[in-house]
Every structure is written in C-alpha cells, then in structure tokens.
C-alpha cells in the first residue's frame, strides 16, 4: 500500500469518509457541468433526441 503511514495521522474512521465524499461531490459536478453546458443531453433526458448522426456516404467510386 503507497500511503500506509497516512493512517498514522488520519484516523480511517474520519479519511474513508471523507474520500467517499470527495468522490462523489466530484462525480455530481461533472455531471451538473454536462446537464447545464451541452443541449443535447437535457433533449436525450426529456426523450426528444429522435436524430441519428449519419456517417458520410462512401464515393462509389473507388481510385487505385
């Protein structure tokens, strides 16, 4: 384990809490930040994302 003495000066009762929480308010940021900042994900949410992206046609024709 790389940090084996941290538990020396952090009690594991107070550190693994506290990482669990930095975990998951880091977790609710990024998504709050993708709901707030992009506009198709509020239309995938709200079930109106009914546009397929396409790929481009390939040229029938081929150049050797």
Known sequence: MIYSKMWCVVKPSVGIPVF???????????HLA??????????????NAKVVAMAPAADATVKK
Not at 36 to 47: A, D, E, P, Q, Y
């Open 20 to 30: 669990i929480a930095a975990v998951a308010i880091a977790s609710f940021s990024v």
């Open 34 to 47: 993708l709901t707030i900042n992009t506009s198709w994900v509020k239309n995938f949410l709200n079930g």
